[in-house]
């Protein structure tokens, strides 16, 4: 509740500043497609401090059932810290995410969204998820912490057989709580 408190000072901020701002020029200037715009592109950046937060763990080694930045994590461990970083609480296991709905069509894909997969033995049970980095529909790129041959943070491209097969679903989750 008190990171939804939170975002919400942070949009009326936002907003109130954007009003200073446009007040000042004369009417025939003034837009409002010109505002939402101006508030999008100060919402994008959002999504792109995530990304950038998140490329600072770029080779941190996989460690089962941490969220620890100084031991390593794992896949739903690193995403639990970065977005917990931004005041979002995120499920710390990647069943959980099977939960969250809505799902996004592709074309919605935004940096920032989680991509949620099965598991690399049962393609029945949700075991991976890492968060898009370059949204590009199905051929995004996203980070996450690799249990595989890589062992570590990485970034991997959604295109590649191995995860075009385990998708599952995207998610927003930047107003998750």
């Given at each position: 509740m008190k990171s939804k408190s939170k975002m919400v000072k942070r949009?009326?901020?936002?907003?109130?500043?954007?009003?200073?701002?446009?007040?000042?020029?004369?009417?025939?200037?003034?837009?409002h497609s010109k505002s939402v715009e101006s508030l999008n592109s100060i919402l994008v950046l959002n999504r792109a401090d995530v990304i950038e937060f998140s490329k600072k763990y770029l080779g941190k080694p996989y460690?089962?059932?941490?969220?620890?930045?100084?031991?390593?994590?794992?896949?739903?461990?690193?995403?639990?810290?970065?977005?917990?970083?931004?005041?979002?609480?995120?499920?710390?296991?990647?069943?959980?995410y099977e939960s969250i709905v809505p799902a996004l069509k592709p074309k919605e894909?935004?940096?920032?969204?989680?991509?949620?997969?099965?598991?690399?033995?049962?393609?029945?049970?949700?075991?991976?998820v890492g968060i898009i980095c370059e949204a590009n529909g199905m051929k995004s790129k996203f980070i996450h912490?690799?249990?595989?041959?890589?062992?570590?943070?990485?970034?991997?491209?959604?295109?590649?057989e191995t995860y075009t097969r385990r998708f599952y679903k995207c998610v927003n989750v930047l107003n998750y709580n």
């Open positions: 949009l009326l901020l936002i907003i109130s500043v954007l009003s200073l701002c446009t007040s000042c020029l004369p009417q025939s200037k003034l837009s460690r089962y059932a941490s969220s620890n930045p100084k031991i390593g994590f794992d896949c739903s461990g690193f995403v639990y810290f970065v977005f917990k970083n931004f005041n979002i609480n995120l499920p710390r296991d990647s069943r959980s894909f935004q940096i920032g969204d989680v991509l949620v997969f099965y598991s690399f033995q049962n393609h029945s049970r949700i075991g991976h912490s690799s249990s595989g041959k890589v062992k570590g943070v990485i970034i991997s491209d959604l295109s590649s």
